[in-house]
């Protein structure tokens, strides 16, 4: 990594949630690694005067730096973008890129309606999300085995090889039940899998971390105990990965990964990711 | 909601997640309310082999509902992108079609380098949501009080009406530390704030509900009973909606939000949206 030669600022500006926007920017301008962005989001945009005020904003900023920002907008409403596109910027209008293209393509007119992104708070997906996300609380770290049988996915591990965030991601962005069940001592001890968990093999799926980082994670957690010592950590893991290997259990390791590149892994071994028809 | 007069298929495909051009596609295609589209994620895509199996699925889709896909693309080689634009479909590039505009404004080069958008497993950021998620797990629901000194913010509201959701969200997605704090009936009977809340005022944000919907949720929980009946929701949304408004505590109804919403709105009102210079 070498250090940005340069920075800039960058507005993310929406009707809505502006979610889309910063997830766009943010990704498109991580080819960018000579330069340092400091991200400023305007979420619902949806007046005149608001436009205005974010316009003032925009040019105040272009000219105590001596360069337009960039600005990323997931706008509708056409009067708001074209204020916006008056101030001193550099201006990707993210839908409007696409949406003329894609009314050509399908040949319909598109809505142009506001901050109709994400779903409404009474949808199916959205309850089907907040269930889920009960569900991962109620069978987090081996919590009310009964409850098995329903889940979609169960993730196992070494305690603290990151089993709480990858379930609670797969239950909030995907509305998934992911429970997860621990891998502990005894059970490298009898060289087998938990009991409980045999049933339900087919839902299993491993995540392991390497040594060093376990043993950073744990001891944060329980400082110079016999848990956290790298020796612990080293049998722990070495023992789980190959329980994981004997028993044919897809896994992967957290070490390098983000929590959407694990989830995105789990979901598609796993064949979460939907029956595709293609 | 009228319904769709037609269904199109459409694919993302990345050389990562694939998340940045699902969000996108979802966002920009929400536009089309007459098209029903069924979405395909082609995430790892990372290979000609990989890129020529893409081909053949999508041109085995428009073969059989005799209309080209759609499909989303935030892939970052060239080779691999002309291989996909070379299927029967309508391309979207949405990194190629703003990377140069981009390069000419900042007058320097992009990476082209794949699979960056999201931190690595080692990165700071990564590091402060896992943190940031253990902290709301320990303090969901008024549990462990010490540490809310610690807590950004602390999400108040009735049993049931939205907050570890929330809390959970605000963690995963942005790394804030959000507690959250049940208001009961003994609260409404002594008509103030529990005592533990007072010294970080600042930091609480009140979550309600409609009572209809309160009740609807906890009779999942708890069947026909007391605490579930509609005179009870009523009575606990009005006594906790005309606290905060004494009390001066900014809050929303959570009824016909999404999480995404929900939680932009806690960024914005409560500051946390970080100090912005602009």
């Known amino acids: 990594m070498s250090t940005p030669a340069m920075q800039r600022t960058v507005f993310v500006v929406s009707d809505s949630t502006g979610i889309t926007a910063a997830t766009f920017s943010n990704s498109v301008l991580s ?28 040019n ?3 000219a105590d730096q001596n360069a337009p920002p960039l600005v990323f907008s997931t706008l509708v409403d056409p009067a708001i973008t074209e204020t916006l ?38 949808s199916k997906q959205y309850n089907a999300r907040i269930e889920a996300i009960n569900f991962t609380l109620a069978h987090d770290d081996g919590q009310y085995v009964e409850g098995l049988k329903e889940a979609d996915v169960i993730l196992i591990g070494v305690s603290r090889c990151g089993k709480t965030p990858t379930s609670l991601y797969l239950a909030m962005q995907y509305a998934v039940k992911a429970a997860n069940y621990p ?21 299993l799926f491993g995540l392991s971390i390497q040594p060093s980082r376990l043993a950073e994670v744990r001891n944060e957690r329980r400082p110079n105990s016999q848990y956290a010592s790298i020796k612990q950590c080293r049998h722990e893991v070495a023992a789980a990965e190959r329980l994981m290997r004997m028993e044919n259990i897809p896994w992967l390791s957290t070490t390098t990964k983000s929590i959407e590149e694990i989830s995105t892994k789990v979901m598609t071994e796993i064949g979460l990711e939907r029956r595709q028809l293609y």
């Open 31 to 58: 080819q960018f690694d000579q330069v340092e962005f400091d991200t400023v989001r305007i979420p619902y945009l949806d007046s005149i005067e608001k436009a205005e005020e974010a316009v003032a904003r925009i």
């Open 60 to 62: 105040r900023c272009a």
């Open 85 to 122: 596109r008056g101030a001193n910027c550099i201006f990707f209008d993210l839908f409007g890129t696409f949406v003329q293209n894609i009314e050509e393509a399908l040949g319909v007119k598109s809505s142009h309606s506001v901050g109709r992104s994400h779903m409404g708070g009474l």
């Open 183 to 203: 891998l502990i001592p005894e059970d490298f001890d009898r060289g087998a899998l938990p009991a409980t968990l045999l049933p339900y093999r087919k839902k």
